[in-house]
């Protein structure tokens, strides 16, 4: 069964600073997708990124990178230059073949001016 | 833009009362999903439509049910709620159920937010 963990339930990060988000997973499918969502307090769920298991280097996606660590089963999120608009709850989620996502329970991001 | 909607944003019904729930897409997705989020938690799927081929989750009530007429519309009936069935319910598109690839994304609705009298 596909599982993932989010050990940090809230954050606070100074404005302008870089943050990170952790996030692991739990598979036995050697193909699977791992996905980073922001939901404002509105409650939209927003894409922010995407990393495939097969992939070989990170990605980004303008401020947001995502630090892949396969052997430590590990996919954290990296926010740059952090916004006060960057407040919300962040959730991992992962897919594998039948793109059922698996959220993580989420960390609440706050950011100080 | 193309983009995912819901309406309303909003919905209050009493107890019992049968309510339903829409979302329409202009993606052309041919997944369209629905979520059930209750407060300080992360979303389940309830259902989802690959075209017209329907999939239920295990575990959704059978008071909750889903219709997609065409491609653009999916909506959500729930026949009788109940206090526990407040939540935001979120519907979501992709464009084939592998989730493989950047390209099979899930793109979330804004969500509306149902209330139980």
């Known amino acids: 069964a596909q599982k993932i963990t989010q050990t940090q339930p809230g954050m606070f990060v100074q404005e302008k600073e870089a943050v990170t988000l952790d996030c692991t997973y739990d598979?036995?499918?050697?193909?699977?997708?791992l996905f980073w969502y922001k939901q404002p307090s509105s409650g939209e769920m927003i894409f922010l990124i995407y990393q495939g298991s097969y992939d070989q280097q990170n990605a980004t996606e303008g401020r947001y990178s995502l630090n892949f660590q396969k052997a430590r089963k590990s996919a954290n999120l990296v926010i740059s230059a952090s916004q006060l608009g960057d407040s919300a709850m962040y959730f991992c989620a992962m897919s594998t073949y039948g793109n059922k996502l698996v959220f993580g329970a989420g960390t609440i991001l706050r950011v100080k001016s | 833009d193309a983009m995912v909607i819901q309406n309303p944003r909003y919905q209050v019904t009493q107890f019992g009362k049968p309510v339903t729930l829409s979302c329409s897409q202009t993606l052309n997705h041919n997944v369209m999903y629905w979520y059930q989020q209750k407060s300080s938690q992360a979303p389940k799927l309830l259902f989802h439509?690959?075209?017209?081929?329907?999939?239920n989750e295990a575990d959704t009530p059978d008071n909750f049910q889903s219709r997609r007429p065409n491609t653009s519309f999916c909506f959500l009936d729930i026949r009788s709620p109940g206090l526990g069935d407040a939540a935001m319910y979120l519907c979501?598109?992709?464009?084939?159920?592998?989730?493989?690839?950047?390209?099979?994304?899930?793109?979330f609705g804004p969500g509306t937010r149902l209330t139980v009298l």
């Open positions: 598979t036995s499918d050697p193909s699977y997708g």
């Open positions: 439509y690959y075209d017209k081929d329907f999939n």
């Open positions: 979501a598109t992709s464009t084939r159920l592998a989730g493989l690839a950047s390209t099979d994304t899930q793109y």
